[in-house]
T-cell receptor, first 110, second 112 residues
């Protein structure tokens, strides 16, 4: 499978600050990417996606940035809240399959 | 409520005793998939199905079987479980394989 990795396994932020979670992917032909959030004891939950014809996409308090030149993806969470504490991982689509990173554990400090 | 339902949530079994983990979705999705999640390895695809009676191997299919006789159901079968299949398993579904998945809540399997 393809390598989809994350720069940091853990990230701690103060409540109210912005969070940035990074992801590197290896296949330049990948054309669709998703960020998932996984809370303890639950399945991954779709947060936001982006296709390769875009550089940026915004949702509610979240923004995904895609840099195809360096094959890098980031998730920005604005005004991080305690409920944002979870593991976040990116997924890269290749045909009928997605390849997932190992995840970054985000801890929000009250 | 749109969802993917897996059963059981937790299962402890012994080596060699056949088991089935069920997965059902109520969204009329054509695409369904099984993943296992292990520490440090992320989610790895076991099998997927593009439609009824159409299944294909993912990255780690050894020791597993699947079937897709109905659109809504996609059971995962371990004919002879071994301790290295101890893991957290997720079923997922999607309209098509190249769009975001809806995941089930997971099945934590322990093989002793």
């Amino acid at each position: 499978g393809e390598s989809v990795g994350l720069h940091l396994p853990t990230l701690s932020v103060q409540e109210g600050d912005n969070s940035i979670i990074n992801c590197a992917y290896s296949n330049s032909a990948s054309d669709y990417f998703i960020w998932y959030k996984q809370e303890s004891g639950k399945g991954p939950q779709f947060i936001i996606d982006i296709r390769s014809n875009m550089d940026k996409r915004q949702g509610q308090r979240v923004t995904v940035l895609l840099n195809k030149t360096v094959k890098h993806l980031s998730l920005q969470i604005a005004a991080t809240q305690p409920g944002d504490s979870a593991v976040y991982f990116c997924a890269e689509n290749q045909g009928n399959q997605f390849y997932f990173g190992t995840g970054t554990s985000l801890t929000v400090i009250p | 409520e749109a969802q993917v339902t897996q059963n059981p949530r937790y299962l402890i079994t012994v080596t060699g005793k056949k088991l089935t983990v069920t997965c059902s979705q109520n969204m009329n999705h054509e695409y369904m998939s099984w993943y296992r999640q292990d520490p440090g390895l992320g989610l790895r695809q076991i099998y997927y199905s593009m439609n009824v009676e159409v299944t294909d191997k993912g990255d780690v299919p050894e020791g597993y079987k699947v079937s897709r006789k109905e659109k809504r159901n996609f059971p995962l079968i371990l004919e002879s479980p071994s301790p290295n299949q101890t893991s957290l398993y997720f079923c997922a579904s999607s309209h098509t394989g190249d769009y975001g998945y809806t995941f089930g809540s997971g099945t934590r399997l322990t093989v002793v």
